[in-house]
């Protein structure tokens, strides 16, 4: 995959077909997750997003954005559903390995978009922030400090640092 990464991505994102990009991205993705122990859908998702230059940004940022808004919501929709059935350990933290691995000029682009909320960069940011401030308060009410916690909140702590500012996320007296 390393080696020819870089140019799958770019013929993707130079495709005719908008949402070729998004669609292999999300592929990989939901195979990271739905094989967790296999190093496979991880390295190719790694070469689908690695390598982002200004040219990739500049080029075609409506593609990335489109990618992002479907991946984050992937992840953050099976954080939610990892959580509600206590699933095994790699089915945890698949997602969060999924939104750690998106570069953050991808999470830039969304916040770049907020205030037009095109592609619902809006909506998806304000879920992510939800869904880890969630996470975030049940470990700190469930005081638990085994390795597996300590991991999971390394993990949700990378996260919120690549997409931060959560500037997306609604006040009080504000609707999402």
């Known amino acids: 995959f390393e080696d020819n990464g870089g140019s799958w991505k770019s013929l ?29 859908p991880l390295s190719l998702f790694s070469c ?6 200004a040219c990739d940004v500049t080029d075609s940022e409506l593609k990335i954005l489109a990618a992002t808004v479907r991946v984050v919501r992937f992840a953050v929709d099976e954080l939610r559903l990892s959580r509600e059935i206590d699933a095994e350990v790699f089915k945890r933290i698949s997602p969060l390995l999924i ?31 939800t869904v880890l401030s969630n996470g975030f308060r049940a ?33 009080v007296n504000e609707s999402p």
């Open 99 to 129: 939104l750690r691995r998106l570069p953050k000029e991808y999470y830039q682009i969304l916040h770049k978009h907020i205030m037009s909320n095109k592609e619902s960069s809006r909506t998806v940011l304000c879920e992510l922030a």
């Open 48 to 53: 689908l997003v690695g390598n982002t230059n």
């Open 12 to 40: 993707l994102l130079e495709s005719d077909d908008d949402y070729a990009y998004r669609n292999i991205l999300l592929a990989a993705a939901k195979a990271m997750v739905d094989m967790p122990s296999s190093a496979i």
């Open 139 to 171: 470990y700190a009410l469930k005081n638990d400090e085994g390795n597996l916690a300590r991991e999971e909140k390394l993990l949700m702590a990378q996260v919120a640092g690549h997409c931060l500012p959560f500037s997306a996320t609604p006040n």
